[in-house]
């Protein structure tokens, strides 16, 4: 397991954006894919983005065409656009790493080595 950290969670009412980051210190993020992940209260954990060590790019329906994952790997930083936020995407969510360098895959099921401690976002006005 490797150490991963989250940030960029907050308050934003509906129709607003956040970014979110999650960096990898002390590791070559290019040698890890990433997953973003959520988990509602009383709800199961959610998978919604995710981001191969090539580039390669997964999309929950949920969150595609509002979200966009993108890597900068000179920062050492996965980020996740929120745009277009809702209510019912107010949760915990999480940032997940899994070494598999040269990979064009990237998985959206929560099999991941490590994980963050997560970032509240609540969508309310």
């Known amino acids: 397991q490797i150490q991963v950290v989250e940030s960029g969670g907050g308050l934003v009412q509906p129709g607003g954006s956040l970014r979110l980051s999650c960096e990898v210190p002390g590791r070559q993020l290019n040698f890890y894919m990433i997953g973003w992940f959520r988990q509602a209260p009383g709800k199961e954990r959610e998978g919604l983005s995710c981001?191969?060590?090539?580039?390669?790019?997964n999309y929950a329906d949920s969150v595609k065409g509002r979200f966009t994952i993108s890597r900068d790997n000179a920062r050492k930083t996965v980020y996740l656009q929120m745009n277009s936020l809702k209510p019912e995407d107010t949760a915990v969510y999480y940032c997940?790493?899994?070494?598999?360098?040269?990979?064009?895959?990237?998985?959206?099921?929560?099999?991941?080595?490590?994980w963050g401690q997560g970032t509240q976002v609540t969508v309310s006005s």
């Open positions: 997940a790493a899994n070494w598999n360098p040269r990979s064009p895959i990237c998985t959206l099921s929560p099999q991941y080595n490590s």
């Open positions: 981001i191969s060590t090539t580039g390669g790019k």
